[in-house]
């Protein structure tokens, strides 16, 4: 009888442990999402007049980045879901942006190599050794001229403003390549605590300096349009993740501020 027991109580502890390990995979597992809302998610972050002619890649998370549809401008453009200057891996990071044919070469596929180490199995620690690494030895370069990043997207979920934790935001803006570049360099004094001094260019460098890019937000005015414009898209993104919802992020802001004061 106390073996059997002794047994029972291995067998629940295993149990208790096979749904722990479960539960925090299942936490920062990827899944895909549908083939159309991604393209469309991804084409958002470009202007429309760009939309047509840009390349698109979308996801399989267990592979890797793979091209859905070739374009002819330069421009390429996926919905990026691993970050990783944090060294941690999440299920709830939607970033949509396009770059241009330089930072195609440059950036993009700094983005693309990630994901594909991330679905070969690398742990979140050992892909940003491995990806500063590659900066180190020469495989990953900045840009080696002037160029941008669109993001001009109806929202994203990402780290932000103001106290730089994950959100689901409407922040559209454009990102020019600023290697080795910093506010000092252009008496810039952001801070993330004040929309109004985000207003004009500021420097945000990720990762490291070769990836610092010039910041400048979309125009208030812009910024509506963009969202009445992308209506439709924001409906499916909300019906697709409820953390895609821009007003259940929009109604938790304010019930923080409200416990703030």
């Not at 995979?25 to 007049?49: D, G, H, R």
């Not at 996801?59 to 990026?80: F, H, I, M, N």
């Not at 044919?101 to 180490?117: D, P, Q």
């Not at 940003?128 to 990953?140: C, D, L, Q, V």
């Amino acid at each position: 009888m106390k073996i059997k027991w002794i047994l029972a109580i291995i067998g629940t502890s295993l149990m208790g442990l096979s749904t722990a390990l479960a539960n925090q995979a299942s936490e920062t597992t990827i899944e895909p999402m549908p083939a159309k809302l991604e393209t469309q998610f991804a084409l958002s972050a470009v202007p429309p007049a760009l939309r047509d002619k840009a390349t698109v890649y979308l996801l399989d998370p267990t592979k890797g980045y793979a091209l859905s549809r070739q374009g002819t401008s330069g421009v390429a453009c996926l919905v990026e879901r691993t970050v990783w200057e944090w060294a941690d891996f999440r299920n709830d990071i939607y970033i949509p942006l396009c770059y241009d044919a330089v930072g195609t070469e440059a950036h993009l596929k700094v983005i693309m190599e990630t994901a594909a180490l991330r679905a070969q199995g690398m742990d979140a620690t050992a892909l940003k050794a491995e990806i500063e690494n590659r900066y180190r030895n020469g495989t990953y370069q900045a840009p080696d001229r002037a160029g941008l990043s669109y993001m001009v997207a109806p929202l994203m979920r990402a780290v932000g403003p103001p106290d730089m934790k994950v959100h689901t935001m409407a922040m559209p803006h454009l990102m020019f390549y600023a290697p080795n570049l910093t506010n000092e360099d252009i008496g810039a004094v952001p801070d993330f605590n004040v929309h109004a001094s985000l207003l004009y260019p500021f420097i945000d460098k990720q990762g490291n300096a070769e990836q610092s890019y010039m910041i400048q937000l979309i125009g208030e005015a812009e910024k509506a349009r963009i969202l009445a414009d992308e209506k439709a898209l924001l409906d499916d993104l909300c019906a697709y993740r409820d953390f895609l919802c821009l007003s259940h992020e929009a109604h938790a802001q304010e019930a923080h501020a409200h416990e703030a004061r």
